[in-house]
């Protein structure tokens, strides 16, 4: 059983950086693929970024390539996600999730996550 609980979500304006950060209970957390998905009003639940269990991978949403960047630290179970040249259609709730089977990479499906947080709101004004 894996517990996610993430911080550092707000309000920020367009241009700006957010660094996201979640934090992991359980000892397996190094076996677990890991990622962030974001949630806008209306919309499905997306894929954002992904990184391997040994973070020598990653993956990123063309949406955000060149602006966000994920990092891992297994010493600490936390992953973390920096936001840089924030735009107004970032803003969404932003969900950790963890696959134990699957890497978190663009066309992984919702069903092939095992365990999520409970989101942190990001909000990027114009």
Do not use: H
């Not at 890991?34 to 806008?40: D, K, T, Y």
């Not at 803003?91 to 992984?108: E, F, I, K, P």
Request: aromatic letters at 10%; glycine letters at 12%; one cysteine or more.
């Amino acid at each position: 059983q894996v517990q996610l609980v993430e911080s550092g979500g707000g309000l920020v304006q367009a241009g700006g950086s957010l660094r996201l950060s979640c934090a992991a209970s359980g000892r397996t957390f190094s076996s677990y693929a890991m990622g962030w998905f974001r949630q806008a009003p209306g919309k499905e639940r997306e894929f954002v970024v992904g990184i391997t269990w040994s973070g020598s991978s990653t993956y990123y949403a063309d949406s955000v390539k060149g602006r966000f960047t994920i990092s891992r630290d297994n010493t600490k179970n936390t992953v973390s996600l920096q936001m840089d040249s924030l735009k107004p259609e970032d803003t969404a709730v932003y969900y950790c999730a963890a696959s134990q089977t699957r890497r978190l990479r663009v066309g992984v499906r919702i069903e092939d996550v095992d365990y999520w947080g409970q989101g942190t709101q990001v909000t990027v004004s114009s």
